[in-house]
């Protein structure tokens, strides 16, 4: 079973090292303006149920793409060249998306193009993300939960300003931070080794100076749906993404059921990236040797009392409390579950899996953003969340099942890689 490696870079990466940690924080960073995506869509004038259809049209396109992403990926060898271009794609299109909402009243048009354009790009920003700087991770023997960390400092801290910021001049202002981050990122990858590989001219790197550049391979992406493990670590999947797919498209009502402005979410969202940080630490230097399915099993019951504090919220301290948990839960599904989804995939299909991981997401937040909308409007806020404990908790039950029927099949059946 999959567990935890020990934390830090190797001594002779110390370069590569650190210029990840300043590419996660960058990255993350510029994902913070997502947060308002849906304040801008209610600020509009998109109910809840208008958002969660909303929702549902950009995860169809989503989950029936973002497989592709990923396969190209692995067949072109090369997660970074994909990442960087989503990431341009992405920051275009928030820069525009303040514009389209503005004349909105005359013509949805842009807005609705707008937002095709962004649900082919949000969530391959993240999976070929994770997909390149896993990859380097295993290659140079460094853990990804120690770089990982520093994705969510640099989300809590824009997350903060732009949650400060905005509960008094707006949120218009906060889509143009994703742009202004990604020139800098750029920079930073300008020049980085191929996949992150030891430089191919240095007779003395662990690659040697004959290694060839890695070329296409040819990728068979339904094998993957034989591997045991990996299939119902979906189920995890499902259970640790409820914040993404199922709540976070309906946070500013969340907020206005216990009696809060919804540009709270930044301030909100901020406080629990700053939670997720210490989280990842404990995890990547305390938890060493723990099996990665018990962290993630842990993650889901904590997500557990997440959403029975939502329901319970009735004032900014109880929101805070319930971002307290949002964050341990949501920096176990961010690091740990990636690097086991990784773990049962073969190093050439990595990104494949990834992506697969992606799309089930995207599979849930379809159904997730139809009926949500429906069921706040219908039993409103409260019930919907204590709703999602009941189902987290189940999902959490079921994962532990899979375990156990896991360990009596044959090994052939059930091995990672």
């Known amino acids: 079973m999959a567990a935890l490696k020990a934390s830090g870079p190797a001594p002779a990466d110390d370069g590569v090292y650190r210029r990840i940690v300043i590419i996660q924080l960058i990255a993350y960073g510029s994902y913070a303006p997502m947060n308002y995506y849906n304040v801008l869509l ?3 004038g998109f109910d809840s149920a208008g958002i969660g259809l909303l929702g549902s049209v950009s995860s169809v396109i989503a989950a029936l793409t973002l497989p592709l992403w990923g396969v190209l990926s692995d067949k072109i060898g090369s997660a970074k060249r994909l990442f960087l271009l989503s990431m341009a794609a992405y920051a275009a299109v928030f820069a525009l998306l303040p514009a389209a909402g503005g004349i909105a009243a005359r013509t949805y048009v842009p807005i609705y193009a707008l937002i095709v354009a962004y649900s082919l790009v949000r969530q391959p920003t993240h999976s070929l993300q994770d997909a390149w700087i896993l990859g380097m991770a295993e290659k140079r023997g460094f853990n990804f939960t120690a770089t990982r960390k520093w994705g969510s400092f640099g989300f809590a801290v824009v997350s903060m300003f732009l949650g400060l910021i905005a509960v008094n001049t707006g949120t218009g202002f906060t889509f143009y931070f994703a742009p202004a981050l990604i020139l800098p990122l750029f920079l930073i990858c300008r020049g980085f080794p191929r996949e992150g590989l030891p430089s191919l001219a240095d007779p003395a790197s662990p690659a040697g100076p004959a290694q060839k550049k890695p070329g296409a391979v040819k990728i068979k992406p339904w094998a993957l749906f034989k591997n045991y ?13 409820f914040y993404v797919a199922l709540v976070s498209p309906f946070y500013p009502f969340i907020l206005e059921s216990a009696g809060l402005d919804a540009n709270l979410y930044g301030v909100i969202s901020g406080y629990g990236a700053f939670v997720q940080v210490v989280c990842m630490w404990f995890v990547s230097t305390r938890c060493r040797g723990t099996p990665l399915p018990v962290i993630l099993i842990v993650g889901a019951l904590v997500g557990v009392g997440e959403q029975v504090m939502y329901g319970m919220a009735s004032n900014f301290l109880m929101m805070m409390v319930a971002g307290t948990l949002w964050g341990v839960s949501m920096a ?20 494949t899996a990834l992506s697969l991981n992606g799309a089930v997401v995207m599979l849930l937040t379809i159904a997730g953003n139809y009926t949500g909308g429906r069921l706040i409007a219908s039993i409103g806020v409260d019930a ?34």
Do not use: D, E, Q
Request: aromatic share 8%; proline share 4%; no cysteine.
């Open 384 to 417: 919907y969340n204590y709703a999602l404990a009941v189902l987290r908790g189940a999902l959490a039950l079921l994962f532990a099942i899979s375990l156990i029927i896991g360990k009596k099949l044959p090994a052939a059946a059930s091995s990672s890689k």
């Open 332 to 351: 176990i599904y961010v690091s740990t579950l990636p690097t086991y989804i990784h773990s049962l995939a073969p190093s050439s299909h990595s990104a």
């Open 229 to 241: 493990h990996l299939m119902t670590a979906f189920i995890m999947t499902i259970a640790l993404s």
């Open 42 to 44: 209610k600020n509009i």
